[in-house]
């Protein structure tokens, strides 16, 4: 079992920044990848960026240069760094953990935070 817990959402002008955070209940380093998704009310949930267990990273291509995942393994916690907002950047932004147990994948969701880029 993962907890995961959200933070670091809110209200940011087009052009800002925000960090989100994603904490969990164990060593990151024992979950097999971390990632952020995000969703417009509506729509699926997309990949927005992700970290593996070895520290590869992945990232979606319209965040590509302005987002950047990084983890803190002393504090067990993934964030977001999140530069040069845009107003198509508003969704609810979730965290997710996927541990791999005996070849199977579980997956682990956040509860979400709220991301508003409006001027």
């Known amino acids: 079992q993962v907890q995961l817990v959200e933070s670091g959402g809110g209200l940011v002008q087009p052009g800002g920044s925000l960090r989100l955070s994603c904490a969990a209940s164990r060593s990151i380093f024992s979950i097999s990848s971390m990632a952020w998704y995000r969703q417009v009310s509506g729509k699926q949930r997309d990949l927005v960026a992700l970290i593996t267990s070895g520290g590869s990273t992945n990232y979606a291509d319209s965040v590509k240069g302005r987002f950047t995942i990084v983890r803190d393994g002393a504090n067990n916690t993934v964030y977001l760094q999140m530069n040069s907002l845009k107003p198509e950047d508003t969704a609810v932004y979730y965290c997710?953990?996927?541990?791999?147990?005996?070849?199977?994948?579980?997956?682990?969701w956040g509860q979400g935070t709220q991301v508003t880029v409006s001027s």
């Open positions: 997710k953990a996927v541990q791999v147990v005996r070849g199977a994948p579980l997956n682990y």
